[in-house]
């Protein structure tokens, strides 16, 4: 194989990156990402211990399996956002409304990081709508082929 007929890093790495923003068009990607990166830290700051100096401060609730419950369920409502587009508006009300009951199960949210993530993905999941394949949007753009001229 010659020095000119091996693909190059810098187009493989440009056609990954174009195939990478594809998959991204085509679903709602930023709700999904904020309700993955929402069930972080509601699964994990009820079960943090802080230390101030000789001081353990235990964030742990009485609700702690709820709060890992909650954690959980946001990030498998992000990749359902990923992974079935079609059912983001169920997955996006339920983001939401896990979002409110985290207020109450996990510290209040998370201490409001949670939440704020939760409720702004669940929101970015239902309104996210599906774009016009390019062909269509030429032909529409264009009059459907007929000039009024």
Do not use: K
Not at 53 to 58: A, T
Request: net charge positive.
């Amino acid at each position: 194989m010659s020095a000119e007929t091996r693909p190059r890093l810098i187009d493989t790495l440009g056609r990954t990156r174009r195939s990478f923003w594809d998959w991204r068009g085509r679903r709602p990607f930023w709700g999904g990402l904020l309700c993955i990166l929402a069930g972080v830290p509601i699964m994990y700051i009820p079960y943090q211990t802080m230390t101030l100096g000789d001081l353990h401060i235990r964030m742990a609730t009485t609700a702690g399996a709820g709060s890992l419950i909650i954690g959980v369920l946001l990030i498998v409502l992000g990749l359902t956002m990923w992974y079935q587009p079609q059912s983001r508006v169920f997955a996006g009300v339920a983001a939401i409304l896990l979002a409110l009951v985290s207020l109450v199960v996990s510290n209040f949210g998370a201490f409001l990081v949670g939440f704020l993530l939760a409720l702004l993905g669940g929101a970015l999941g239902v309104s996210w709508a599906p774009g016009r394949p390019p062909a269509m949007a030429s032909v529409e753009d264009s009059g459907g082929g007929h000039r009024a001229d």
